[in-house]
């Protein structure tokens, strides 16, 4: 969840998957939904540059979670709370995202927002490393969403992947990492990070369970289901 670092004058080589004004314009279209709470988390994001997954890719996790019904989502990674806000109307009255963070602020952030948009009750949010949390709860999942530092994506996968029910989501944000994946000479934010998300990348495509697909919508959605027996 570390802050990323945009294509800039300084920078020119990253590259920017889909045109900023397409992104305006799709942004644009959701305004009409807009909530409260959701731009106060939003407003604070940009203030601390805060790398959260933006509303485009906060609709299309709630509609890929409305798809399949889910009512059991796991998050690698909720910060204070912004994914999981989608994740929660998503799920219902009944539905569960459990959320993971090492930072235990970020869970009264996120407690005090999601209980403003009356969801606060469908959150378990547990502090510390966001793969103990998971080895610790129990269950198959609808979905499991990665968005922890990015040289663990390899990891992350191959615990989440078989803890997805068949026909449920594996979701990773920032998988084309501003367009690193793509060229021979980058300046990565942290060593090896550009490496894992790679390798991340090659595993869950050449998965033989799993039908997978990546969204360029902002930085990059991978979008893999379990495939039924």
């Known amino acids: 969840m570390n802050p990323i670092q945009a294509p800039t004058r300084e920078n020119p080589a990253l590259l920017i998957p889909v045109n900023p004004a397409i992104e305006s314009y799709m942004r644009g279209l ?11 988390m939003e407003a604070l994001a940009q203030q601390c540059n805060f790398p959260i997954i933006g509303r485009l890719v906060g609709a299309f996790i709630e509609t890929l979670a409305k798809t399949v019904s889910a009512r059991r989502v ?5 910060g204070y709370g912004y994914s999981a806000y989608w994740f929660a109307k998503a799920v219902g009255l009944h539905g569960k995202v459990y959320c993971s963070d090492g930072n235990p602020d970020y869970r009264e952030q996120a407690k005090n927002y999601l209980s403003s948009a009356g969801l606060w009750d469908r959150v ?22 990665n968005d922890v530092d990015k040289g663990d994506y390899p990891e992350v996968w191959k615990m989440a992947k078989d803890r997805i029910r068949p026909g449920g989501l594996y979701i990773a944000d920032n998988v084309l990492w501003h367009g690193r994946v793509a060229l021979d000479q980058f300046e990565d934010i942290v060593p090896g990070w550009t490496e894992a998300i790679l390798e991340h990348n090659h595993l869950v495509f050449s998965d033989p369970e799993f039908d997978a697909f990546i969204n360029p919508t902002r930085d990059g959605v991978v979008v893999a289901r379990r495939k039924s027996d």
Do not use: K
């Not at 378990?124 to 969403?145: P, V, W």
């Open 124 to 145: 378990e949010f547990n502090t510390g490393m966001a793969q103990d949390i998971f080895a610790h709860t129990d269950g198959l999942f609808d979905i499991c969403y």
């Open 74 to 78: 796991f998050e690698f990674g909720s």
């Open 30 to 40: 959701l305004s009409q939904t807009d909530h409260p709470v959701l731009t106060e």
